[in-house]
């Protein structure tokens, strides 16, 4: 992976972005899974419109990209992002959030609303 040296002015709105703990896991599961709006109401216990917001905030310095899939639109790492090397260091240090997932898959919850 290709070290990126960004201003320290992008930094800092990145790293205030990754401040908000529901937004930093909310990266470590996209770097590794696509995942649907419900499926982050079902792992945050919050209301749609609040990961909404999470995910636009995110969408908006296109670190995220979206995809519609019939009627429901799925979020995923945006990995061509200049900052996306970044990112990376930053979600390496930080534990695996596959048991989110996986405890929606045992809950039947998993992509619930495809």
């Known amino acids: 992976m290709e070290k990126v040296t960004i201003e320290m002015e992008q930094a800092a709105v990145i790293l205030k972005l990754l401040g908000d703990k529901t937004r930093l896991i909310m990266m470590k599961i996209l770097d590794q899974h696509d995942c649907c709006v419900c499926e982050f109401v079902e792992i945050f216990k ?5 990961i909404s917001q999470h995910l636009r905030k995110l969408r908006d ?3 995220v990209k979206e995809e519609r899939r019939g009627q429901w639109i799925f979020y995923s790492m945006n990995k061509s992002n200049e900052y996306y090397s ?3 260091e930053i979600l390496a240090q930080l534990p695996r959030q596959d048991h989110l997932l996986k405890a929606l898959e045992e809950k039947g919850t998993r992509i619930a609303c495809c």
């Open 86 to 88: 970044f990112i990376q």
């Open 46 to 50: 919050v209301s749609q419109p609040s």
């Open 61 to 63: 310095l296109q670190l």
